[in-house]
């Protein structure tokens, strides 16, 4: 995930390992809002079906608006690949506080379809989005 992001001329200004628990995930997502150096941020694993996979639920709460079709394009692809076990895969995107967030699979294969497929090509885009103040008109 670190070669992909600094390969695409990203920097990573902070980069923490965390257990299954639903409120250090959100403390540190809530100090990655805070941070003026930081522009997206991304969740790798803890997004599976069991018990203490709890990113997703975690994370979706603090969105101000979710991106619903990152994860029906992420199932789509991930379905070309590994056929119908994608129905077992969650990922998420979203922004808050004008920061894009993504919460990801940890397998290696899903690193890479997000980042190169999904994330790399459209960060920058939502990120400007999510920035955008509307004119009074």
Known sequence: MVQLIRRHGHRIVSRKTLPD???KIQQALLRALKSRKTDVVITCGGTGISPDDVTIEAV??????????????FRFISYGEIGSAAIMTRA??????????????????????ALER????????????AREKKSDT
């Open 21 to 23: 628990n639903r409120d």
């Open 60 to 73: 979706r709460p603090l969105l101000e608006k979710e991106l619903e079709g990152f994860g029906d394009i």
């Open 92 to 113: 998420l995107a979203g922004v808050s506080r004008g920061k894009a967030i993504f919460c990801i699979p940890g397998s290696p294969n899903s690193v890479r379809i």
């Open 118 to 129: 999904l994330i790399i090509p459209e960060v920058g885009h939502i990120v400007k989005h």
